[in-house]
T-cell receptor
Framework: ETGVTQSPTHLIKTRGQQVTLRCSSQ?????VSWYQQALGQGPQFIFQ???????GRGNFPPRFSGLQFPNYSSELNVNALELDDSALYLC?????????????FGEGSRLTVL | GENVEQHPSTLSVQEGDSAVIKCTYS??????FPWYKQELGKGPQLIID?????GEKKDQRIAVTLNKTAKHFSLHITETQPEDSAVYFC???????????FGKGTHLIIQP
């Protein structure tokens, strides 16, 4: 069974740029969630995708957007990067929505915005 | 929305002793309460969870208790071992929300 994989593991961007982060969900999972984890903080829910549609969103502005593909892999896109976007971005997959099922997290993509 | 408070932020215990981490939540509609362990450089891993229709759940050295009236839940680790050293997060979800709300984490240090 292949776990959740994320790429890239680390990246550095400058303010105003755009970034795309990628996630391959665990085999058999059809739901992907994205979380932002600032240094020393707990993860914060960005949004969730189920069957290629956004199925819920946290308190993040529209410049955070996502996609889910037919193979259940996913992308997180962030436009107009700000310094406060520096964080670890975690992808999690599950078999059902996160209301009822265990989330399996990847190891994250660490984004630094200069 | 939901708000989860977690205490303490750092907990240091002697190997073999017990550790207790406490969380409170604000949304009485929350009905699922997982606990995650995060080791350095890794993503969070579920260690135990509890649903609102259960008061206590045990899995070997780990137990979680839930008091719905008081809106708090706790993680208990007995006979702590060096590999228990990590950051632990509590979380809650329910009431129509689609994502987990996490606490700020507890850095558990096991002293040899």
């Amino acid at each position: 069974e292949t776990g959740v994989t994320q790429s890239p593991t680390h990246l550095i961007k400058t303010r105003g740029q755009q970034v795309t982060l990628r996630c391959s969900s665990q085999s058999g999972h059809n739901t992907v969630s994205w979380y932002q984890q600032a240094l020393g903080q707990g993860p914060q829910f960005i949004f969730q995708y189920y069957r290629e549609e956004e199925n819920g969103r946290g308190n993040f502005p529209p410049r955070f957007s996502g996609l889910q593909f037919p193979n259940y892999s996913s992308e997180l896109n962030v436009n107009a990067l700000e310094l406060d976007d520096s964080a670890l971005y975690l992808c999690a997959s599950s078999q059902r929505t996160s209301r009822t099922g265990e989330l399996f997290f990847g190891e994250g993509s660490r984004l630094t915005v200069l | 929305g939901e708000n989860v408070e977690q205490h303490p932020s750092t907990l240091s215990v002697q190997e073999g002793d017990s550790a207790v981490i406490k969380c409170t939540y604000s949304d009485s509609a929350s009905n699922y309460f997982p606990w995650y362990k995060q080791e350095l450089g890794k993503g969070p891993q579920l260690i135990i969870d509890i649903r609102s229709n259960v008061g206590e759940k045990k899995d070997q050295r780990i137990a979680v208790t839930l008091n719905k009236t008081a809106k708090h839940f706790s993680l208990h680790i007995t006979e702590t071992q060096p590999e228990d050293s990590a950051v632990y997060f509590c979380a809650a979800i329910g009431g129509g929300a689609d994502g987990l709300t996490f606490g700020k984490g507890t850095h558990l240090i096991i002293q040899p």
